[in-house]
């Protein structure tokens, strides 16, 4: 798998979910921190995004969307000074319809695609740690044509639910949160800051990130990732750790850790298996680099991830958004 694919399916905890929203004036949602990333894709009227912590009011047209990537609180509204509601969830989470809050006007209205994906914040891969609170994105003037394909195909399927709904909506919200990050990263390579957006398009570091994402097992070295990338050790690990923000051995440690942990959350593969897997060559070896990392042994950490039935992680209530 390539290295973004990677991120999300070792991040996940959940299925995503979303829903077709109709406001009029005056309203105001403010959604509480969890594990919840969410978006918002204005399709008619404007919106207001209140972003997480102090930052000013940002206003959202129509064909703009919006990603909160971190857990953190924040809020939706009709204008960049209205009163904010507390969410009000249903039992599966989910935000309820809300009626217009009282005050006068009612003549302005708008139409958005709200949704909601459930990630491990607890240990975000760094290619989505690095994000900023929210991103924007704006699909208007043929900017964007794949995202904004997606997020139509995406209302239509939520207005006229058909057999196979169940199957199509997380493929379709999946897409569209890639589609997302796709577009993000290609406007932030055309920046002179250094980091991931560099590292995806940098054919060399991109290579040698391919490589240990495909065999996180092989035992590698700087040389052999420096030669795979076509540069050598010296010059190659300078990249790697600027553009990347760890040397490459740390990264594969983290990289092998973090698969060690989803392979102990998500499967009943044997300690020996999951060592092999990641690199290691017993499984006392595994054992003490895993409590390491995690500051419990492996078997600890299943038996606590796996109790009554759910992570660690999902014990917060998710900050989750749609109908």
Not at 30 to 57: I, S, Y
Not at 161 to 187: C, F, I, K, N, S
Not at 249 to 273: S, V
Not at 285 to 311: C, I, M, N, Q
Request: hydrophobic letters at 40%; one cysteine or more; proline letters at 8%.
């Amino acid at each position: 798998m390539d290295v973004l694919s990677d991120a999300i399916t070792a991040m996940r905890t959940g299925r995503p979910h979303a829903g077709h929203h109709r406001r009029a004036a005056p309203w105001g949602v403010r959604f509480p921190a969890g594990d919840g990333v969410g978006f918002h894709a204005v399709l008619d009227g404007e919106a207001w995004l209140h972003p997480p912590g102090d930052a000013a009011p940002v206003r959202m047209a129509a064909g703009d969307l919006v990603l909160l990537p971190h857990g953190a609180s924040y809020g939706i509204a009709d204008a960049p000074d209205r009163t904010l509601r507390p969410a009000v969830l249903d039992s599966d989470g989910r935000l309820r319809p809300q009626p217009p809050q009282a005050g006068p006007g009612t003549e302005a209205s708008s139409s958005m695609l709200c949704g909601a994906y459930l990630l491990n914040q607890a240990r975000p891969h760094p290619l989505l740690a690095e994000l900023p609170p929210h991103l924007r994105l704006s699909t208007r003037d043929g900017r964007h044509a794949r995202l904004r394909t997606v997020i139509e195909l995406l209302t239509d399927e939520l207005a006229d639910r058909q057999p196979g709904a169940d199957a199509l909506l997380p493929a379709l919200l999946d897409t569209l949160l890639l589609h997302v990050l796709r577009a993000w990263y290609a406007e932030q390579a055309d920046t002179e800051r250094p980091g991931w957006a560099h590292a995806l398009h940098d054919q060399a570091i991109s290579t040698a990130l391919h490589a240990i994402h495909d065999d996180p097992a092989h035992p590698w070295t700087v040389e052999e990732l420096g030669a795979r990338a076509g540069l050598s050790r010296a010059a190659f690990a300078r990249r790697f750790t600027t553009l990347v923000g760890r040397p490459p051995l740390a990264y594969l440690t983290w990289w092998r850790m973090t698969t060690a942990g989803r392979l102990l959350r998500d499967t009943d593969a044997p300690l020996r298996t999951i060592a092999h897997r990641t690199g290691y060559l017993s499984e006392f070896a595994f054992a003490k680099a895993f409590k390491r990392e995690y500051g419990v042994s492996p078997g600890r950490y299943r038996s606590t991830v796996h109790l009554d039935g759910r992570t660690e992680q999902r014990t917060a209530l998710p900050a989750r958004i749609g109908g």
